[in-house]
């Protein structure tokens, strides 16, 4: 349901993340964000960031701000970005390297490099029980940013697929079942965020164009499998909120992860079938070559 972009011809937003102020020092890390912000130097820290980031965007004169994921800690390439979900979700606990497999995907595993010091700082729980809810808080994180601004404030999550894939299972053992789980959670958690009044929801990096760029395909990780999860996540907020799906080539570190310029075109058909208002495509980097496609077949949501 278009809300947020009702009646805008050219709706102007940004991703989410902003570089952080030098100031800006504190990290939540596994603790609760309401207990967090009980803390004087965590919550001055976090709601004066939140105030430069909404400020920069309001002079800018965006339609749609985003909080600049606050939340996020102060880690190595955004690792939070990962790590947050299932650090504050229940079914997940310790703390597990990233074991690397001989260089997957083509990142240099030197010390020294950017990708190798991404990779050797991946550090995530196991999923260990029945995934839930837990302590996310995205309804009071959201709340925080949008009291600050009459625009509407755009909340961004990671997707299902890609927690799945991060952690190690030794509860479900089973790929399909532990994304499913994730994203039934998700759900519940979107459906409180929307019926709070937040009026852009968007999903993160659903895995349909990157398994295609790869020419990834197995039993689980599979468009059509990766379609039904992104609509399961959402099912059902379309009635409250407009939903967004957000697409990219990943850059850990503004770095690339493809030799060649990946294109959107042999996922084209899938992701139109994802249930959204709106996907955003990543395109300045491979320089439009896929502008024609997309706007060609795109059916429904905006792009």
């Known amino acids: 349901m278009y809300t947020a972009t009702a009646g805008v011809v050219l709706p102007t937003t940004i991703t989410g993340s902003l570089p952080r102020p030098g100031w800006y020092t504190q990290n939540l890390g596994a603790r609760d964000f309401r207990e967090a912000m009980v803390d004087r130097g965590y919550r001055e820290e976090y709601l004066d960031a939140l105030a430069v980031y909404l400020r920069d965007q309001e002079v800018a004169g965006l339609d749609i701000v985003t909080d600049g994921d606050c939340r996020f800690d102060a880690d190595v390439a955004g690792h939070n970005w990962f790590s947050y979900a299932p650090l504050h979700m229940e079914g997940f606990a310790g703390a597990r390297a990233y074991a690397v497999k001989g260089g997957l995907a083509g990142i240099p595993q030197k010390p020294g490099h950017i990708l190798h010091d991404v990779l050797e700082t991946r550090v995530m729980p196991d999923l260990v029980g ?32 890609l927690i799945a894939m991060s952690v190690r299972d030794s509860h479900y053992r089973d790929l399909r079942k532990s994304i499913l789980a994730i994203s039934d959670a998700l759900n519940e958690e979107l459906h409180e965020l929307a ?31 990766m379609i039904e999860v992104f609509n399961n996540t959402v099912r059902g907020l379309r009635n409250k909120s407009e939903v967004w799906c957000h697409t990219c080539w990943g850059n850990p570190a503004a770095q690339r992860l493809f030799a060649k310029t990946p294109s959107y075109a042999p996922a084209l058909d899938a992701l139109s079938e994802v249930d959204a208002d709106v996907i955003t495509f990543e395109t300045c980097s491979s320089g439009g070559m896929d502008l024609e496609a997309i706007g060609k077949r795109i059916r429904e949501p905006k792009i």
């Not at 808080?137 to 009459?150: E, F, V």
């Not at 659903?206 to 990780?221: E, M, R, Y």
């Open 195 to 225: 019926d709070a009044g937040c009026k852009v929801i968007q999903m993160e990096e659903p895995q349909i164009h990157l398994l295609a760029a790869k020419g990834l395909s197995d039993a689980v990780l599979n468009a059509k499998f």
């Open 130 to 161: 029945p995934v839930g809810r837990g302590k996310l808080r995205y309804t009071a994180i959201w709340k925080a940013a949008q009291r600050q601004t009459t625009k509407p404030v755009k909340f961004g999550t990671i997707t299902p697929e």
